[in-house]
């Protein structure tokens, strides 16, 4: 079992957390093409716990490498981007809308996926193994993911209509990509 200490280990701990995030966005992925919008979020939100506690694992264990560096992002492009957008666009937008304006959904659920894929990509370039910046520049793909469950909470409750939807996905994906600071926590 030293392999699970081991930090140039692919399955060290904090990687077998990464791994278990990766399965439940897997799974969630799953469930949303079920209409079992109610579970897939469950999932999404295990895979964000673990999310938390794999880097939590990496700095206190000294385990991180640029083999988790790169795991992690992956599991986070599937968790907090690719999860939520599916989500939506399977709850909100296909449900819905029709015509131009599910064609517009579409196009702003890419434009989404995309500005999440050029953060995590941003942020591996200029990462360095066990090293925590103080402040985020850009809104990180967690947060986006959780304003993009409110969003989608909001329309479920009937708060806001599916095209505020599209035009909160574009704002939120806009900010992946901002200057705007956020705290580290």
Do not use: C
């Amino acid at each position: 079992m030293k392999f699970l200490w081991t930090p140039s280990s692919h399955f060290n701990l904090a990687n077998l957390f990464t791994f278990v995030n990766i399965t439940a966005g897997l799974l969630a992925v799953y469930f949303i093409t079920q209409n079992n919008f109610f579970l897939a979020i469950i999932l999404a939100w295990i895979g964000g716990a673990f999310d938390i506690f794999d880097g939590k694992i990496a700095r206190k264990y000294e385990l991180s490498n640029e083999f988790g560096i790169q795991l992690d992002s992956f599991a986070d492009f599937l968790s907090f981007v690719l999860v939520p957008v599916f989500l939506i666009f399977q709850a909100v937008y296909a449900s819905h809308l029709d015509g131009g304006t599910l064609i517009v959904a579409a196009i702003t659920s890419i434009y989404y996926v995309i500005s999440g894929l050029r953060r995590l990509i941003h942020f591996n370039i200029n990462a360095d193994a066990g090293e925590v910046e103080k402040y985020f520049t850009g809104v990180p793909t967690p947060l986006g993911a959780i304003l993009l469950w409110l969003v989608y909470l909001a329309n479920t409750y009937a708060i806001i209509p599916a095209i505020v939807v599209i035009a909160l996905m574009g704002l939120i994906g806009w900010s992946l990509n901002s200057t705007l600071r956020v705290p580290h926590p």
